[in-house]
C-alpha cells in the first residue's frame, strides 16, 4: 500500500482510534488533515504525522456545525489539497453524564444522533462535490459491533452505531457510480479512554461487574465474549482502514467490517 501524493482527512483525528489511523496513513505516505474539537491534542498528533509524511495539517471541527465542515473542506484544499480519503471517526457515546446514569436520556439520544449520525452526514456531504468532480475517492466510517444487536446498556449509542451501517449503505450507492467507495468498520472491545467511562457504567448498572474496577470488567468481557481471547486495539482498526482505501480494496463498497475477535461472526 503507497498513499504518497494522497490527502486524507480524519475527523476525531486527536486521539484513540483517529489517532492511530491518521498515523497509519501517513506511515503509508499520505497527508493527513486532524479534524477534530480538541485543537490541542489534534496539534500534538499532526507533529507526530509531520515527522512521518512531511505533512499534515489541523482545523477545529465540530462535525455537527455545518460552517465548521465547509471550513474544513476549505482549508484541507488550501493547505494539503484536493481530498482522496475521507475517515468519518468522530463519535460520542451521550451526553454530559452519560456514564454514571442507567439509562438513556432524551438529551443522550439527540447529541448522539447528531454526532454520530449527522455528524457524519454533514462532513461526507461536504466533501463529496470535491470527490465527485475527481470521480474517484474512498470514505471510511468507524461504526461499532453495539450498532450489531441492540444492547441493554446504551441504547442510544447502539442505535446510533446501526445507523451509521446503514447511512454508509446508502450512501455508498449514491457515489458507486462516481468511483467512490464507502465502507464501515465495526470495532470490537478497544481499551480507550471512552471504554474506561464505559466500565464504570457497566461496574454500577450491571451485577455481573459489581465491584469491578473498569479495566476487571473490560478484561471479564475479553475472557466472555472475544473467541480469541485478545482485546482489539486502535492500530487493528487503523490497518483495517489501510485496506479499505487502498487499490486492493477498490471493488468493495457498502459493506461493514467487524473487527472484534469473533465476537459477531456474520
Not at 59 to 79: K, P, Q, S
Not at 143 to 157: D, K, Q, T
Not at 237 to 245: G, L, R
Request: charged letters at 20%.
Amino acid at each position: 500500500m503507497n498513499f504518497k501524493g494522497q490527502v486524507a482527512v480524519v475527523t476525531g483525528g486527536a486521539t484513540g482510534i483517529g489517532r492511530a489511523i491518521a498515523l497509519k496513513l501517513a506511515d503509508k505516505g499520505a497527508s493527513v488533515m486532524i479534524a477534530d474539537i480538541n485543537e490541542e491534542a489534534a496539534a500534538q498528533t499532526a507533529a507526530e504525522v509531520k515527522e512521518v509524511s512531511g505533512k499534515s495539517a489541523v482545523f477545529v471541527t465540530d462535525v455537527t456545525d455545518l460552517e465548521a465542515c465547509n471550513g474544513l473542506v476549505e482549508a484541507t484544499t488550501e493547505l494539503l489539497g484536493a481530498v482522496d480519503i475521507l475517515v468519518n471517526n468522530a463519535g460520542i457515546a451521550g451526553s454530559a453524564g452519560w456514564q454514571t446514569r442507567s439509562y438513556s436520556t432524551e438529551e443522550d439520544w439527540k447529541q448522539t444522533y447528531q454526532v454520530n449520525v449527522i455528524g457524519m452526514s454533514n462532513i461526507t456531504a461536504a466533501f463529496q462535490p470535491q470527490m465527485i468532480k475527481k470521480r474517484s475517492g474512498r470514505i471510511v466510517n468507524i461504526a461499532s459491533i453495539a450498532g450489531r444487536e441492540g444492547r441493554p446498556s446504551l441504547p442510544h449509542y447502539s442505535a446510533s452505531k446501526a445507523a451509521v451501517i446503514s447511512l454508509t449503505q446508502s450512501i455508498a450507492l449514491e457515489l458507486a457510480r462516481f468511483n467512490i467507495t464507502m465502507n464501515a468498520i465495526c470495532p470490537g472491545l478497544l481499551w480507550t479512554p471512552m471504554w474506561e467511562q464505559i466500565g464504570d457504567r457497566y461496574a454500577y448498572d450491571m451485577p455481573a461487574y459489581e465491584g469491578m474496577n473498569p479495566r476487571e470488567v473490560f478484561d471479564a468481557m475479553i475472557a466472555e465474549k472475544i473467541p480469541m481471547q485478545k482485546e482489539q486495539t486502535p492500530e487493528d482498526i487503523a490497518d483495517t482502514v489501510a485496506f479499505f482505501v487502498s487499490d486492493d480494496a477498490k471493488n468493495i463498497t457498502g459493506q461493514a467490517l467487524n473487527v472484534d475477535g469473533g465476537f459477531f461472526m456474520r
